[in-house]
């Protein structure tokens, strides 16, 4: 079993910037990926960003790239979402989720098995 718990969102304002964590716990040996997806009311879930945990390879979607990065903390299975020039249209819950494969890009939800419980980020202007 995996459990997964999300942390450092909140409320900003235009153009600032955000780190959420990943903490991952339990059969973390079983986890090869993971990665980020947010949803906003009224929309499907959509993926952000995601790292293969034993690789370091990292994918970011067009949606945010050049304002996101993720890495990670190994030895204490983290993983982060830097993001940065937040702009109101990036307000949503943002999830983390963890994959015992590679799930191909664009991220997918149904290849992640292990969802945490979601932080949610609100940028007004």
């Known amino acids: 079993l995996v459990q997964l718990a999300e942390s450092g969102g909140g409320s900003v304002l235009a153009g600032g910037s955000l780190r959420l964590g990943c903490v991952i716990s339990?059969?973390?040996?079983?986890?090869?990926?993971v990665g980020w997806f947010r949803q906003a009311p009224g929309k499907e879930r959509s993926g952000v960003a995601g790292i293969g945990t034993t690789t370091g390879d990292t994918y970011v979607d067009d949606s945010v790239k050049g304002r996101c990065t993720i890495s990670q903390e190994r030895i204490k299975d983290i993983v982060y979402l830097q993001l940065d020039s937040l702009d109101p249209d990036d307000t949503a819950m943002y999830y983390c989720?963890?994959?015992?494969?590679?799930?191909?890009?664009?991220?997918?939800?149904?290849?992640?098995?292990?969802w945490g419980q979601g932080t949610q980020v609100t940028v007004s202007s």
């Open positions: 339990g059969s973390t040996l079983a986890i090869k990926y």
């Open positions: 989720a963890a994959s015992t494969g590679w799930p191909g890009q664009p991220l997918q939800v149904g290849h992640f098995a292990y």
